[in-house]
């Protein structure tokens, strides 16, 4: 693996393994995503089970199926495929903060026996060609050093005729340096990709695209209400990581709201088939 590439993979990690950890596990909770939401009212946590619901959907599951998925987070979209459509999943993520919550949660959902949790890089995947029915994604690509390659990786993972099913945020062409600059600083991104990245990417690959649908309007919501959130538990959140955390996050959230109010940062949804 490069260096570059080595130096992504470690700026994430810390990134989920700090600060981070301690707002997401008890904001977020079990998800870390995006939320399609039905009505203005409505929670995140309610609105992320419905993009699970509609994802899982199009991924065609049955219970003879093995789902790799990356950028696992604390392991909810696993156990939600597990039990709902008795999947084996293989979640994997390179924090070890969040796989060891999610290895107790599921436990204690009783799910160990369909959900393994491992420690794996999605740019450099051990695991054998062909050996899964459904490569799953949700918001993990705009970490990847080479999205190529680990779109590549998706490609050779998966079984002749398996699927991959991923939800990924986007940085618009034609956003500003400057505003995305500060975009790709929440999250310690290398690089975030546009709709027509993909598309081409997918295409080159060889890959069937059978659902692209632009879920864009969700994302100032979703984080949103994670700054909402964040606000009226302040004094909580201060006292555990300190006030100048709180100020940082609260305000980069803040401007992801805007970027994406801004018609800036989207979110696309994608089926395709080997």
Request: glycine content about 8%; proline content about 3%.
């Amino acid at each position: 693996m490069s260096t570059a590439i080595s130096d992504v993979v470690a700026r994430t990690r810390d990134y989920y393994d700090g600060a981070a950890n301690e707002i997401y596990r008890d904001i977020w909770g079990e998800n870390i995503h995006m939320g399609l939401f039905a009505d203005p009212d409505e929670d995140l946590p309610t609105a992320m089970a419905r993009s699970n619901e509609v994802m899982a959907r199009g991924a065609d599951l049955s219970p003879s199926h093995e789902v790799l998925e990356v950028g696992c987070g604390y392991g909810g979209l696993a156990r939600f495929l597990a039990a709902n459509y008795g999947a084996r999943v293989l979640a994997t993520n390179i924090s070890d903060k969040e796989l060891g919550w999610g290895r107790e949660l599921t436990e204690q959902a009783g799910l160990g026996h369909r959900v393994d949790m491992e420690w794996a890089d999605f740019h450099e995947l051990p695991y054998r060609d062909g050996r899964f029915h459904v490569y799953w994604s949700q918001e993990a690509f705009l970490h990847a050093a080479d999205k190529r390659r680990v779109l590549d990786e998706a490609y050779r993972v998966l079984r002749p005729g398996g699927r991959l099913v991923v939800s990924e945020l986007l940085v618009h062409h034609g956003t500003p340096e400057a505003e995305r600059a500060r975009i790709y600083e929440r999250v310690g991104a290398p690089e975030m990709w546009d709709a027509p990245d993909y598309d081409a990417a997918l295409a080159d690959l060889g890959f069937r695209v059978l659902v692209r649908e632009d879920w864009s309007r969700h994302v100032a919501r979703s984080y949103g209400w994670v700054r909402a959130e964040l606000e009226r538990r302040r004094a909580e959140f201060e006292r555990r990581v300190g006030r100048d955390v709180v100020d940082t996050t609260s305000e980069a959230l803040g401007f992801w709201v805007a970027q994406a109010d801004a018609g800036r940062i989207g979110w696309i949804h994608y089926v395709a088939d080997k």
